[in-house]
C-alpha cells in the first residue's frame, strides 16, 4: 500500500462546484472515493455583514496529513470565509491491493473530524462568527493526476499548497508533486509556508510588462477589500539591458532611463484603477526579478504575495515559468500565483488533449 506524500508539500485547490437547496454538493461518489459534505458549519466572521454562504464556490485543501498541511488548510479556511465559499478538503493515495479499500471511508472521517477542528480554532483565533461549511473527499489513484480531476471537475476558486522550508531558513522547498501541481492547476495556486499566518493584513503584488498585470492586481484590489486591507504595494522591477555603452550611455543614464520607463507604466496601470477604496503604492527597483520581487515582499513583511502568470495557450500553458516558481521558493511570505483567464483556457485546452 502506497499512501501518497507531497515529500514536505501540501496542496490545497479552491473550488467552484453546483449547489443543491439542502446545502449540499450532489456528486455522485465513485468507487474508491468517499465524499462527505457534512451539516456542521464551522464558526467564522463575514467581514461585509452576514451575507449568507455561497455554495457555489469553494476553496479546496489537499492534505497528505502531514504538519505543512496544516498551515495551508489554515489560509484555505481564512480564503473560504473571506469569499463567501465552502472548504473542501481533499486527500488521495495510492492503494496497491483491493483489500485496502476500507482505509478510503475511515480516512475521510477522520479528514472531517480534523478539518472541522482545526478550521474551528482558527477561525476562533481570527474572531470570526459565521459559519463556513467544510467538505471532505478522498481520492484513489496516483496523487497528482487525481488532484488536479478534482479542479477540473470541481472549478475551484483556487488551489493552495503548504510546503516545507529547505535546508536554507530563505528559502521554500517545492517537491517534484507540488512543482507538478502549481504548472497543471488551471486555477490560482497558493503556496503557504510552515510559519505562515492565515490573517492578511499586508498584501505586495507584484507585476511586470505583461498583458495579465491589470488581472493580477484587480485580484489583490478584490481580496484587499474582502480582507479590509486598506492599502496594497505594487512591486515592479527592472535590469539595466546589456548594449548600453555601445548606445553611448552610462550605466547610471541606462539605469535612470529603464527606472522612468517603468514608473511611466505603473502609474498607467495604478491610473485604471483610481475609483477603488484600496490605495496602491509602488516600489520600483533594480534587480533580477524573482530575487528582487521576494526582496521587497520580505521588507514589506507582506503576510501575502501576489504574482502574475504569463498569457499561454496548449503545451506551452503546462509550465508556469520559472519566475514563479522562484518567487515562491524564495519569498518568505505566501505567496499567490494568479493565473489569467487564458492562461487558464489555454492550460484545460491542453489538458484535454493529453
Same mark, same amino acid.
Given at each position: ?53 455561497? @455554495?457555489?464556490?469553494?476553496?479546496? !485543501?489537499?492534505?497528505?496529513?502531514? =504538519? ?6 489554515? +489560509? /484555505?479556511? &481564512? ?77 475551484? @476558486?483556487?488551489?493552495?499548497?503548504? !510546503?516545507?522550508?529547505?535546508?536554507? =531558513? ?6 517534484? +508533486? /507540488?512543482? &507538478? ?174
Amino acid at each position: 500500500m502506497g499512501v501518497w506524500n507531497f515529500c514536505g508539500a501540501v496542496l490545497s485547490p479552491g473550488h467552484s462546484g453546483p449547489a443543491s437547496g439542502t446545502g449540499r454538493h450532489r456528486h455522485p461518489t465513485r468507487k474508491g472515493e468517499a465524499f462527505m459534505s457534512g451539516k456542521t458549519r464551522v464558526m467564522s466572521k463575514a467581514k461585509s455583514g452576514s451575507k449568507a454562504v455561497k @455554495l457555489e464556490t469553494c476553496v479546496m !485543501c489537499a492534505t497528505d496529513l502531514g =504538519p505543512a498541511s496544516q498551515c495551508a488548510m489554515a +489560509m /484555505a479556511a &481564512e480564503l473560504a470565509e473571506a469569499f463567501d465559499a465552502r472548504l473542501l478538503v481533499v486527500h488521495a493515495m495510492e492503494l496497491w491491493d483491493k483489500r485496502y479499500d476500507f482505509l478510503v471511508s475511515d480516512l475521510a472521517r477522520k479528514l472531517k473530524a480534523e478539518a472541522e477542528e482545526k478550521v474551528s480554532r482558527e477561525l476562533e483565533h481570527l474572531g470570526k462568527t459565521e459559519a463556513v461549511p467544510v467538505d471532505v473527499l478522498v481520492r484513489q489513484g496516483p496523487i497528482v493526476e487525481q488532484l488536479i480531476k478534482v479542479v477540473i471537475e470541481r472549478s475551484p @476558486l483556487m488551489l493552495v499548497i503548504g !510546503c516545507n522550508s529547505s535546508s536554507r =531558513p530563505d528559502e521554500l522547498h517545492l517537491g517534484g +508533486m /507540488a512543482q &507538478e501541481l502549481i504548472r497543471l492547476s488551471p486555477v490560482s495556486v497558493i503556496v503557504t509556508r510552515p510559519s505562515s499566518s492565515p490573517d492578511i493584513k499586508r498584501i505586495v503584488c507584484a507585476v511586470g510588462a505583461g498583458p495579465d498585470s491589470a488581472a493580477t492586481l484587480k485580484w489583490s484590489i478584490d481580496l484587499a477589500k474582502r480582507e479590509r486591507v486598506e492599502e496594497i504595494a505594487l512591486a515592479n522591477t527592472y535590469e539595466v539591458p546589456t548594449g548600453y555603452l555601445e548606445a553611448g550611455m552610462t550605466y547610471e543614464i541606462a539605469k535612470e532611463k529603464m527606472r522612468r520607463l517603468h514608473q511611466a507604466d505603473v502609474e498607467k496601470l495604478i491610473a485604471g484603477f483610481a475609483k477603488e477604496p484600496v490605495r496602491i503604492r509602488a516600489v520600483i527597483e533594480e534587480g533580477p526579478v524573482a530575487e528582487t520581487v521576494a526582496r521587497i515582499a520580505n521588507e514589506e513583511k507582506a503576510d501575502l504575495l501576489v504574482v502574475g502568470s504569463e498569457r499561454r495557450t496548449f503545451l506551452a500553458a503546462l509550465l508556469l515559468g520559472r519566475t514563479g516558481l522562484q518567487v515562491a521558493s524564495k519569498a518568505q511570505s505566501p505567496v499567490a500565483l494568479i493565473k489569467s483567464k487564458e492562461h487558464r483556457m489555454g492550460l484545460l485546452a491542453a489538458l484535454e488533449r493529453l
